[in-house]
T-cell receptor, first 113, second 115 residues
Framework: DTAVSQTPKYLVTQMGNDKSIKCEQN?????MYWYKQDSKKFLKIMFS???????INETVPNRFSPKSPDKAHLNLHINSLELGDSAVYFC????????????FGQGTRLTVV | AQSVSQHNHHVILSEAASLELGCNYSYGGTVNLFWYVQYPGQHLQLLLKYFSGDPLVKGIKGFEAEFIKSKFSFNLRKPSVQWSDTAEYFCAVNARAGTASKLTFGTGTRLQVTL
């Protein structure tokens, strides 16, 4: 059973489109994250939710909107996609606000053309 | 704000060679330290972590790391690498961000092990 699963794994879309990435975890964790990995492999946190509450919101364009319908799910919606949004987006989860270990999903490779 | 530096960007080793990857962090408070590995095309997996206690931490697949507080370092080591260790290695620090904590990653070190 996959602990943290993301869909889709690959996403190719045109500039200007709106797309969503979904994430689900079955670990019973209460905190979830979105990280962005750029072409140089640099990982940077975007958002974090704890029990459906947004607790970390880094400097991210407001075209990116996370949504957490329950503590097992964290989705990422991106409006008006730009070429620079091309990256691998990783979802992660942990137990508690002050994480002791983060478990990562397989990643979603987003390519904007 | 906390930061993590990994000075080796690309390391090439022959099988059976010893490995040491450097990691330095910048943060004045209590930190938890991690090493993650990312095999080609895969997600990040935890190799080892340090919270407190013995500064020499043993992880999976024969990896270990030593926390040296005075040097703000958490270097990763393995006595004898294998071809299957070819991957990207990330050092990370978990530090407080307001009422929560977040992982701050280094830029990663690409390890290439040749036969």
């Amino acid at each position: 059973d996959t602990a943290v699963s993301q869909t889709p794994k690959y996403l190719v879309t045109q500039m200007g489109n709106d797309k969503s990435i979904k994430c689900e975890q079955n670990l019973g964790h209460d905190t979830m994250y979105w990280y962005k990995q750029d072409s140089k492999k640099f990982l940077k946190i975007m958002f974090s939710y704890n029990n459906k509450e947004l607790i970390i919101n880094e400097t991210v364009p407001n075209r990116f909107s996370p949504k957490s319908p329950d503590k097992a799910h964290l989705n990422l919606h991106i409006n008006s996609l730009e070429l620079g949004d091309s990256a691998v987006y990783f979802c992660a989860s942990s137990s508690g606000r002050h994480l002791t270990e983060a478990f990562f999903g397989q990643g979603t490779r987003l390519t904007v053309v | 704000a906390q930061s993590v530096s990994q000075h080796n960007h690309h390391v090439i080793l022959s099988e059976a060679a010893s490995l040491e990857l450097g990691c330095n962090y910048s943060y004045g408070g209590t930190v938890n330290l991690f090493w993650y590995v990312q095999y080609p095309g895969q997600h990040l997996q935890l190799l080892l972590k340090y919270f407190s206690g013995d500064p020499l931490v043993k992880g999976i697949k024969g990896f270990e790391a030593e926390f040296i507080k005075s040097k703000f370092s958490f270097n990763l080591r393995k006595p004898s690498v294998q071809w299957s260790d070819t991957a990207e290695y990330f050092c990370a620090v978990n530090a407080r961000a307001g009422t929560a904590s977040k992982l701050t990653f280094g830029t990663g070190t690409r390890l290439q092990v040749t036969l």
